[in-house]
């Protein structure tokens, strides 16, 4: 997929991981509310999940640097090829013309 698509789909995931960051804590909130005072607990609960996230968050940069890295590494690749085999035709007609 690429494109408007691929661009559609990328935000899709970014709604519904932004969804599950924000409403998981709050449900587990509520949940341990009914079960008796939480206040003790809940900046722990929201410091590790805030903590969690930013491993998550750390993970997909890195993801995305080494895929658009890859991506650069190989546009060079074929860039360089091109180049050569242009060379190589220039050199060629050069002894021929000689």
Known sequence: MTGPTRIRLGRI???VLAAFAIGLPVIVVIVM???GPIWP???ILLGSWVVVLLII???ILYKTYVWGF????????QNIGRLEAR??????RSRDNH
């Open 13 to 15: 995931w970014l709604i």
């Open 57 to 59: 968050r750390s993970v």
């Open 70 to 77: 890859r991506k650069q590494r190989e546009t060079a690749r």
């Open 41 to 43: 607990s809940v900046p």
């Open 87 to 92: 060379i190589e035709e220039a050199e060629q």
């Open 33 to 35: 509310e009914r079960n």
